[in-house]
């Protein structure tokens, strides 16, 4: 979490940290997948075959390795709407519910302004997508801000309400004449571009750039570094003269609003209409990711493509296996188990020099 | 609308409510202890593929409440072993649990989806075995729902009345003083999630061996999350619950009224009730709030090393 504010380290322990890191998350994952190997071998598969089926999935094609970044998409987004209130000691738990309400301000724009051009509709769903998303944050950061109830519980409600406000507008108003639990398909005006005759569409663009203002933020402003301080110590902070209050609404609407901005690119560019139960908990998925990254930009890269690797060699194991898609979350779950019951470095060493 | 109708919407609430209300004094004992687990909605899932699994498989019903309930306490023990043991994060290991619960239920649950089953045996109310057929019928519960207020009071009565229960709240406001004043916060975790893991299957068990008798993949559709708002709603207190969990059988009860009375009102706004309303009474106590949930709820408790 404080990550940032650590001492310039010198570049040699620098890189053997960095590699250090990297082989232990490595072998953290290994056996998160033998874990889940044992399953494949309880249910009477062949885990090498399907190991070898999931990765031909998604690094053996062009295509395959773009659908994991089509599933990229919306959880690095999630992550970056955790990952910035976690800098100032907010927990949003409710990036899931900020999520369906941007969706649902962006499909009310597709569907209300269909005949603009998409030039003009797009910037329009985009900005009514955050404000949908920040507009959920708004109430828990101002709950907070004034030390009323904890935004962890508040976020966590507010998820539930959500899904039903999606469903309430999508059966009760917006669906189309045949199919009653789902919106028509968007006009082509209000889908966002998609690159290479693949699915990838420009939310990725947004994820990226997003995350390198979060890191530049963080490293290289005044912004960054009020922040840091406020997450790092509230009462120094604070008598420091940070406005700390005006940080708490800023910054957790800036999550809500790029977590909204997750909804709208998700009914936009992959969807292209809004069905109530769109999401298969991208928020907490964010959560998570935002978490195990422990806030650091790379970190939730990385992250977010270990877990849309896992989403999307679900897909095939399904095809080719007979298991329930929803059996891949346990692969994400033992990934997730793994990662969170990890020794801490301090122990690892001891038990090295022991 | 008809008495019948009245009365069936009645028995339905009764049945949609009993799981809610396991679950939530389930997750009182681990809130009391200071464990929030967000992850009530895997451990459901998990539980309720066991037992049905169990109750299929056997066809005894009764095996498969126990399968459900021992089922809850070992997912509990897991989360315990990542919290407790491991000091893990408490919200990020719950939310991973959810996942587990989805993955898991849907590998034990596959081979049952479409079967049904022997549910368990219904007793009618004591004194109405006169009524008409198609009254008596709406007063005829299972061993669960009979069970559930008694076991609130049971729950009540451990945590307030107990020497294990002032060890278990003691643990909840302040693990270091507990400690110190010679008790031993991680195995008292352990317990109370042991314990709460137990009640949940009840619920869970309730669930899908006698309301819904089958299985269906996310079949609890979010009730785990409803009962964490319910154990807030009700001031982390096993006898408050009950209340808040009439409060929302009451509004499953009012929108089916309304359905069978033909007013167009969509269910999505009602189903918000429970949450909204849980939201308005957190905003309303304020302040006081502090001194109803436990102290060091969520912490966690390092040990001392």
Redesign the interface.
């Known amino acids: 979490m404080t990550h940032g504010s650590d001492p310039q380290p010198k570049p040699s322990f620098y890189r053997n940290k960095t590699l250090q890191v990297a082989i232990r998350y490595g072998l953290m994952i290994l056996l998160a997948f033998l874990l889940f190997a044992g399953?494949l071998l309880l249910?009477g598969n062949n885990p090498i075959q399907s190991y070898r089926d999931l990765f031909a999935a998604t690094f053996g094609s062009a295509y395959g390795f773009s659908e994991v970044i089509v599933a990229m998409i919306p959880i690095l987004l999630t992550a970056l709407a955790v990952a910035l209130p976690s800098r100032i000691g907010l927990?949003n738990?409710g990036a899931e519910g900020q999520l369906f309400m941007g969706a649902i301000f962006a499909t009310f724009a597709a569907l209300a302004f269909k005949d603009l051009p998409s030039w003009l509709l797009l910037p329009i769903m985009v900005g009514l997508g955050v404000l949908g998303g920040a507009l959920w944050a708004l109430l828990p950061a101002y709950?907070k801000s004034i030390?009323?109830?904890n935004e962890?519980?508040?976020t966590?409600?507010?998820?539930?309400?959500a899904p039903?406000?999606a469903?309430?507008m999508v059966?009760?108003y917006w669906h189309s004449a045949r199919e009653t639990n789902m919106t028509p398909s968007f006009v082509e005006a209000a889908r966002l571009p998609t690159f290479f005759g693949t699915r990838i569409h420009l939310g990725l663009v947004f994820g990226l750039i997003l995350l390198a203002i979060f890191w530049f933020v963080m490293k290289r402003t005044r912004w960054g570094l009020e922040m840091r301080a406020i997450g790092g110590n509230t009462q120094a902070a604070k008598r420091n003269g940070i406005p700390i209050n005006a940080y708490m609404l800023i910054v957790f609407c800036i999550g809500g609003g790029i977590a909204g901005l997750a909804g709208m690119a998700q009914v936009s560019g992959f969807y292209g209409l809004l069905i109530p139960n769109f999401s298969p908990?991208y928020g907490?998925m964010g959560?998570?990711i935002s978490?195990?990254a422990g806030g650091d930009p790379l970190g939730i890269l990385f992250m977010s493509f270990v877990v849309s690797i896992i989403l999307t060699g679900g897909n095939m194991l399904q095809i080719t296996i007979a298991?329930?898609?929803?059996?891949?979350?346990?692969?994400?779950?033992?990934t997730?188990?793994v990662v969170?019951?990890?020794p801490s470095l301090p122990k690892l060493h001891k038990r090295k020099t022991a | 609308m008809s008495l019948l109708s009245i009365l069936g919407v009645l028995s339905s609430a009764i049945f949609s409510g009993t799981s809610l209300l396991y679950a939530t004094l389930g997750e009182v004992v681990n809130e009391r202890a200071g464990i929030v687990n967000?992850g009530l909605e895997g451990v459901l899932l998990i539980s309720a593929s066991t037992g049905f699994a169990i109750a299929s498989k056997t066809g005894n019903p009764y095996l498969g409440v126990l399968a459900a309930v021992l089922a809850g306490g070992m997912v509990n023990l897991l989360f315990g072993?990542?919290v407790v043991s491991?000091k893990?994060?408490q919200?990020?290991?719950g939310?991973?649990?959810?996942?587990?619960g989805?993955?898991?239920?849907?590998?034990i649950g596959?081979p049952f989806v479409g079967i049904s089953i022997k549910s368990l045996p219904r007793y009618i109310l004591p004194g109405l075995g006169d009524l008409p057929l198609r009254y008596s019928s709406l007063f005829k519960f299972d061993v669960l729902i009979f069970l559930v207020i008694p076991v609130a009071f049971l729950v009540w009565w451990f945590l307030f009345r107990t020497r294990w229960g002032l060890g278990l709240r003691a643990v909840g406001e302040n693990a270091d003083t507990a400690f110190a004043s010679g008790r031993n916060p991680q195995l008292i975790k352990f317990q109370a999630l042991f314990v709460a893991g137990l009640l949940v299957g009840l619920g869970a068990a309730h669930l899908t061996i006698s309301f819904t008798m089958n299985w269906t993949?996310?079949m609890t559709g979010?009730r785990g999350?409803?009962a964490?708002?319910l154990v807030?709603f009700s001031k982390w207190h096993p006898l408050r619950a009950i209340a808040g969990t009439l409060i929302f059988s009451g509004a499953v009860a009012f929108q089916l009224l309304l359905q069978v009375s033909g007013i167009p009102i969509?269910p999505?706004?009602l189903?918000?009730i429970p949450?909204?309303l849980?939201?308005v009474v957190?905003?309303i106590w304020?302040?006081t709030?502090k001194q109803s949930a436990p102290a060091s709820l969520?912490r966690v408790y390092q040990g001392t090393e």
Not at chain 1, 323 to 334: G, K, R, S, T
Not at chain 2, 95 to 100: E, G, R, S
């Open positions: 399953i249910t927990i738990v709950f030390g009323l109830v962890t519980i508040t966590l409600l507010l998820n539930s309400v039903k406000i469903g309430l059966y009760g908990g907490y959560f998570l978490w195990l298991l329930p898609y929803a059996v891949i979350n346990l692969l994400l779950a033992f997730l188990f969170l019951a990890r | 967000l072993y990542l491991r893990a994060n919200l990020a290991s939310l991973a649990v959810i996942f587990f989805y993955g898991l239920s849907a590998l596959k993949e996310y979010g999350f409803i964490i708002a807030i969509s999505f706004l189903d918000m949450f909204v849980t939201l957190l905003v304020g302040g709030r969520g």
